[in-house]
């Protein structure tokens, strides 16, 4: 593993050749590419797949928006990057390749308030506050 200090192309991420590059606690670390794995093609390596890649989308779905991706990164937790902090507390809730109910989209002991709730012609409105209960 090497740590980039000084970088001629600009700020690099993914893959270039057999190197790759990932930002870690704010440093640019490069990776070097494995020569070759085995896929398990079991019903749960399959299962975990599936979990982990519903778990990713429903993570950069709840950081693209920058206020709660603020409050996962504010939260005192152990994680250091809000990213991981989101899969880490919902893992556990995607059964049988679906979100649940029990999906959270805030931290625990952040929670939402939803006030003006208007529906009509198929379009649901409303306005969300927060309610922090530490």
Do not use: H, M
């Given at each position: 593993m090497a740590i980039l200090r000084k970088q001629l192309l600009?700020?690099?991420?993914?893959?270039?050749?057999?190197?790759?590059?990932?930002?870690?606690?704010?440093?640019?670390?490069?990776?070097?590419?494995?020569?070759?794995?085995?896929?398990?093609?079991?019903k749960a390596a399959k299962e975990g797949r599936n979990s982990f890649a519903l778990s990713v989308a429903f993570t950069k779905t709840v950081n693209s928006i920058?206020?709660?991706?603020?409050?996962?990164?504010?939260?005192?937790l152990e994680e250091v990057v809000a990213y991981n902090r989101v899969i880490k507390y919902n893992k556990g809730f995607?059964?049988?390749?679906?979100?649940?109910?029990?999906?959270?989209?805030?931290?625990?002991?952040v929670g939402l308030l939803i006030s003006d709730l208007q529906f009509s012609e198929n379009i649901l409105k409303f306005k969300i506050g927060l309610n922090h209960t530490h």
């Open positions: 600009g700020e690099v991420t993914g893959t270039l050749g057999d190197a790759i590059f990932r930002k870690r606690y704010g440093k640019t670390v490069v990776y070097s590419r494995p020569s070759k794995y085995r896929i398990s093609k079991s920058s206020e709660l991706k603020q409050i996962w990164y504010l939260a005192k995607i059964i049988n390749d679906s979100l649940t109910t029990k999906n959270i989209i805030t931290p625990p002991g």
